[in-house]
């Protein structure tokens, strides 16, 4: 009994860092590895979140042919053995596993009023059609998906950047 009330804290306690309510369990979402992470990228601001994209390494099968003993020819170029080949496949990285960071806003940040602001942002763009609630819910998170996709990140975690996009957080303003 006591084991179980620890795994049920442990899982309350995980679901209270992750920074979009109703996230999958897994932390992957979409084509590929889209996850939010504690863990944030080099020079990164202390109190700011993060979302980590992970492609895959691109690997290429490739297939072969050694040389195992070599043709033995005569002084007149006639061949008395012909040359023995092993064929073999081999497995090269064509291209590396990439990383790449986008900031997300922060649990914190993620208030009724801002949940209602971003159905209302993305109900007239026409991507959201359902009832104003302020719940990150599931149609919530597909109108996020659909406005995100055209502009390829392809995931129904918000960014920072779309949030700008939407008016929702505001834009650093350019010295004169």
Same mark, same amino acid.
């Given at each position: ?5 620890? %795994? ?8 209270? @860092? ?18 939010? &992470?504690?863990? %944030? ?7 700011? @979140? *993060? ?34 080949? $092993? #064929? ?8 590396? $596993?990439?990383?790449? *960071?986008?900031?997300?806003? @922060? ?17 007239? #763009? ?12 599931? #149609?919530?998170?597909? %109108?996020?998906? $659909? ?12 960014? &920072?950047?779309? %949030? $700008? &996009? ?6 650093? #303003?350019?010295?004169?």
């Amino acid at each position: 009994m006591i084991h179980f009330r620890i %795994a049920a804290l442990g899982v309350m306690l995980l679901g209270a @860092c992750d920074p979009m309510t109703n996230a999958d369990p897994d932390g992957l979402t979409g084509p590929g590895m889209i996850r939010l &992470t504690e863990e %944030a990228p080099e020079g990164a601001k202390a109190d700011s @979140c *993060w979302g980590k994209k992970t492609t895959p390494a691109i690997i290429e099968t490739v297939e072969r042919e050694v040389l195992l003993k070599p043709a033995q020819v005569t002084s007149d170029g006639l061949i008395q053995q012909p040359a023995v080949y $092993r #064929r073999e496949s081999i497995q090269e990285i064509v291209q590396e $596993r990439q990383d790449s *960071w986008f900031q997300v806003p @922060c649990n914190a940040d993620l208030t009724e009023e801002f949940v209602s602001s971003l159905q209302r942002a993305l109900a007239a #763009r026409g991507v959201y059609h359902g009832p104003v609630t302020g719940e990150m819910s599931v #149609r919530t998170r597909n %109108a996020v998906r $659909r406005f995100q996709a055209p502009e390829g990140f392809d995931s129904d975690i918000l960014t &920072t950047a779309t %949030a $700008r &996009t939407l008016g929702l957080v505001a834009v650093a #303003r350019q010295p004169e």
